[in-house]
């Protein structure tokens, strides 16, 4: 750091420059100044917002008339049958949209609907607002008193109007939305105005508005693998029995119709979720037999091939391209029938135990805390041990946008599905064209020319199969969340550091193979320990590329440390809790408390509990650092910052129990559910118990592990298993997950 005031003896800084937005400052420096005390100078590379309104129209489904649309779609359905065979599927499903086109057009209204960062401003308000600017023109030409006097009282006015307009919106206009408009409701409570998005080029030109679209599409294009003839890899098939065939009815259609959520965006086709709900009974008898053929056929009308790709922001600066993931929305109807096929080729796989044992993505029974559980229980174990952990975190580049289609498929042949059903994914994957869709503006069609759409259905099965034999080569311990990965072992001599560097070639190798990407920059190494003096230097690498050694890592979204201690987590999650319940304090001081306790409830409190099973603190300090969010929200909902007032019986008022308490519901939940719905993570976790009392154990009973650290003792397992064991056995017994949720949600509270 610059040291603004420098003398003979001393250098101090004096003046800061504090920003939310690091990437916009750009070219800092110190100037001389008149004194010793030197000038900051900066730049601030920013774009002027667009104040503009913009207006949509959009259909108005509370207005629809869908009983005249079910009446002439049944009419439709009659005389759409009775050629049926006779058309192609692409013609039969030109068709049924161009009929819902009409229906729509016809029965369903638009409205016009506007974006604005003040709900609560009205157009009485902006006459009133008016009026004082034109008094204050008035007052500053004239300099006439009695001209100011009637601009202040304007003013005042206005001032009166404006909080009594924002004390009914937020006391009755906004709890009512949540009931009326959900949507709407959270943009307001989220903040989420529709910002346009604003690029810079690399020579720091300003990319104009209507070109964003295209300049991101070309960026997204750039990360598909473009292969014309990959070389296969001499792999064995799979010993499965064929896949049964799969068979579509009009009544499962309309089930999956029942479950669609009203607030997906449909595809580039058009065809709304809310217009299928309304119209399930024809529309699932009209959609079956297109399925169907479309099955039968292995073709796919155009329309569902086409990804609607909307950019959403991950991190870093708003102004590069590469820093937004592409959201494909592809159509509706196509998602229904790719329920039907992931329904059945999943099936198909879990029966055959295809998935690797070590992959916790996108399966029943297995999660993020589940992956998080396994990991961190082995390194609990070694370090009890006394053992090192060396591990890599692997990170893959824009793995979902670069799985090579031929391979895909090569690998999706060695599994003997239905004939019917590959070569329908093959259609699925091939010819497939994307346009990205910013401010308003769409840019034109480019081919996809690799990778699992994200967004659909079957692209994170697609990709399950993809990664699956990746672990097949490792020796050491891997985890894998899709493409999350991490590899580890315990360093007991110089050649298991040796096996981990072949571990990591392995991988490298694989990614060889299967024209997969490693990112070796956000690829990290941890050294786990609890002896300082272990500290010898390793060096791992991939690709010829040296890893860099981390002390914390953020893994699923939770921080390792490489002592195991959870202050790092606890300190980032009760940060960012902090700032969302500031958020709250500056924005919604006005609203109701009940409304200010859902905010809380919706808003701040998941920070501090995501994955909370797994890192659960026992440090009376961390607990307690946790636990002050909560009062200070309970002070914010009550609007009482009295010193005096007590927290526990507004925490009481509220019924809100302490987080720790909660936290030890969400170990027992979480065990509950391996123990009865997991049995391969039940048996690698779970000891069974040495002795089981008649009179003081229940029969659910599993054994404690020993423990030889605080560490370790203080852990998921040792700890979660001894709560368990001691829970009544009409608890324990309990086998379903929202009923034993109920039963120690009582017992514990």
């Known amino acids: 750091a610059s040291k603004a005031r420098t003398t003979q003896?001393?250098?101090?800084?004096?003046?800061?420059?504090?920003?939310?937005?690091?990437?916009?400052?750009?070219?800092?420096?110190?100037?001389?100044?008149?004194?010793?005390h030197s000038v900051i100078h900066f730049c601030i590379s920013n774009i002027l917002p667009?104040?503009?309104?913009?207006?949509?129209?959009?259909?108005?489904?509370?207005?629809?008339?869908?009983?005249?649309?079910?009446?002439?779609?049944?009419?439709?359905?009659?005389?759409?049958?009775?050629?049926?065979?006779?058309?192609?599927?692409?013609?039969?499903?030109?068709?049924?949209?161009?009929?819902?086109?009409?229906l729509t057009n016809r029965y369903i209204p638009l409205r016009k609907i506007k974006n604005t960062q003040s709900p609560w401003f009205t157009s009485s308000l902006r006459r009133l607002l008016n009026k004082k600017k034109r008094l204050f023109r008035k007052a500053k030409l004239s300099?006439?008193?009695?001209?100011?006097?009637?601009?202040?009282?304007?003013?005042?006015?206005?001032?009166?109007?404006?909080?009594?307009?924002?004390?009914?919106?937020?006391?009755?206009?906004?709890?009512?939305?949540?009931?009326?408009?959900?949507?709407?409701?959270?943009?307001?409570?989220?903040?989420?105005?529709?910002?346009?998005?604003?690029?810079?080029?690399?020579?720091?030109?300003?990319?104009?508005?209507e070109s964003c679209c295209t300049v991101l599409n070309s960026a997204f294009s750039s990360f598909f693998t473009d292969?014309?003839?990959?070389?296969?890899?001499?792999?064995?098939?799979?010993?499965?029995?064929?896949?049964?065939?799969?068979?579509?009815d009009w009544y499962g259609i309309c089930k999956l119709i029942q479950n669609l959520k009203l607030s997906s965006c449909p595809g580039d086709d058009g065809i709304n979720p809310k217009f299928l709900k309304n119209t399930q009974v024809y529309s699932s008898i009209i959609l079956s037999k297109i399925f169907s053929q479309s099955l039968e056929s292995s073709l796919l009308p155009d329309d569902w091939r086409v990804g609607k790709v909307v950019p959403l922001h991950k991190s870093g600066s708003t102004h590069c391209p590469i820093n937004y993931r592409p959201i494909s929305l592809t159509s509706i109807p196509c998602k229904l029938l790719e329920h039907v096929i992931y329904s059945h080729v999943v099936q198909f796989l879990e029966s055959n135990s295809f998935f690797s044992v070590h992959q916790h993505g996108f399966r029943k029974n297995y999660s993020c805390e589940t992956q998080l559980l396994s990991f961190t229980n082995d390194l609990f174990s070694a370090v009890d041990s006394s053992s090192t952990v060396h591990c890599i975190f692997i990170d893959f580049s824009k793995a979902f946008d670069t799985v090579c289609h031929k391979l895909l498929l090569y690998k999706l042949s060695k599994l003997n599905l239905d004939p019917t059903v590959l070569k329908w994914i093959e259609?699925?994957?091939?010819?497939?064209?994307?346009?990205?869709?910013?401010?308003?503006?769409?840019?034109?069609?480019?081919?996809v020319m690799?990778?699992?759409?994200?967004?659909?259905?079957?692209?994170?099965?697609?990709?399950?199969?993809?990664?699956?034999?990746?672990?097949?080569?490792?020796?050491?311990?891997?985890?894998?969340?899709?493409?999350?990965?991490?590899?580890?072992?315990?360093?007991?001599?110089?050649?298991?550091?040796?096996?981990?560097?072949?571990?990591?070639?392995?991988?490298?190798?694989?990614?060889?193979?299967?024209?997969?990407?490693?990112?070796?920059?956000?690829?990290?190494?941890?050294?786990?320990?609890?002896?300082?003096?272990?500290?010898?230097?390793?060096?791992?690498?991939?690709?010829?590329?040296?890893?860099?050694?981390?002390?914390?890592?953020?893994?699923?979204?939770?921080?390792?440390?490489?002592?195991?201690?959870?202050?790092?987590?606890?300190?980032?999650?009760?940060?960012?809790?902090?700032?969302?319940?500031?958020?709250?304090?500056?924005?919604?001081?006005?609203?109701?408390?009940?409304?200010?306790?859902?905010l809380y409830k919706t808003l701040v409190r998941p920070k501090l509990e995501y994955a909370s099973s797994i890192w659960d603190p026992h440090i009376n300090s961390l607990i307690l650092n946790i636990e002050a969010i909560q009062n200070r929200s309970v002070r914010f909902i009550f609007?009482?910052?009295?010193?005096?007032?007590?927290?526990?019986?507004?925490?009481?008022?509220?019924?809100?129990?302490?987080?720790?308490l909660r936290r030890k519901i969400f170990r027992l939940c979480l065990f509950h559910k391996i123990y009865h719905f997991n049995p391969f993570l039940s048996d690698?976790?779970?000891?069974?118990?040495?002795?089981?009392?008649?009179?003081?154990?229940?029969?659910?009973?599993?054994?404690?592990?020993?423990?030889?650290?605080?560490?370790?003792?203080?852990?998921?397992?040792?700890t979660t298993c001894s709560d368990w064991n001691h829970l009544p056995a009409a608890i324990a017994s309990i086998a379903d997950t929202n009923l034993f949720k109920s039963a120690i949600y009582n017992h514990i509270l």
Not at 236 to 246: E, G, I, K, N, P
Request: glycine share 2%.
């Open 684 to 718: 690698l976790l779970f000891q069974p118990p040495s002795y089981i009392s008649s009179r003081n154990d229940h029969h659910f009973k599993v054994g404690v592990p020993n423990s030889r650290t605080n560490l370790h003792f203080c852990s998921f397992i040792p």
């Open 9 to 36: 003896s001393s250098a101090t800084v004096l003046d800061l420059v504090l920003t939310t937005h690091p990437d916009l400052v750009q070219s800092l420096s110190l100037l001389p100044g008149l004194s010793d």
């Open 227 to 248: 292969v014309a003839s990959p070389v296969f890899p001499n792999t064995s098939a799979y010993d499965f029995f064929q896949m049964d065939s799969v068979v579509i």
């Open 639 to 660: 609007s009482n910052y009295f010193r005096t007032a007590s927290v526990t019986s507004m925490k009481s008022n509220l019924n809100l129990p302490e987080l720790a």
């Open 450 to 598: 690799s990778g699992v759409p994200q967004g659909s259905v079957l692209g994170p099965l697609l990709f399950l199969i993809y990664i699956n034999d990746l672990p097949i080569s490792i020796s050491s311990s891997i985890k894998l969340f899709a493409d999350d990965c991490v590899i580890y072992r315990n360093i007991t001599s110089p050649s298991d550091h040796v096996i981990l560097q072949s571990d990591l070639d392995n991988i490298s190798s694989w990614c060889d193979t299967w024209l997969m990407k490693l990112n070796t920059t956000k690829c990290k190494f941890m050294r786990i320990s609890r002896h300082a003096s272990d500290a010898t230097p390793t060096v791992y690498s991939l690709n010829d590329a040296p890893l860099t050694q981390v002390s914390s890592y953020k893994y699923l979204g939770v921080h390792i440390t490489d002592n195991l201690s959870w202050q790092t987590h606890v300190d980032h999650v009760t940060s960012n809790a902090n700032r969302t319940l500031g958020y709250l304090r500056r924005n919604f001081s006005l609203a109701p408390s009940s409304l200010k306790l859902l």
């Open 143 to 209: 300099m006439i008193p009695e001209r100011w006097a009637a601009y202040h009282r304007a003013e005042d006015d206005y001032a009166r109007a404006l909080y009594l307009a924002k004390d009914a919106f937020f006391q009755n206009t906004l709890p009512s939305l949540l009931e009326t408009n959900p949507r709407k409701f959270w943009n307001v409570v989220n903040g989420e105005e529709k910002k346009p998005i604003e690029l810079i080029t690399d020579s720091e030109l300003v990319v104009p508005r």
């Open 50 to 102: 667009n104040r503009s309104k913009i207006i949509k129209l959009i259909r108005d489904y509370n207005r629809a008339d869908f009983t005249s649309i079910n009446a002439e779609l049944e009419a439709f359905s009659h005389e759409f049958f009775l050629r049926f065979s006779e058309r192609t599927t692409e013609e039969n499903w030109l068709l049924f949209k161009y009929k819902v086109n009409q």
């Open 427 to 447: 259609s699925f994957l091939f010819n497939r064209t994307q346009f990205v869709t910013a401010n308003e503006f769409n840019s034109s069609l480019c081919p």
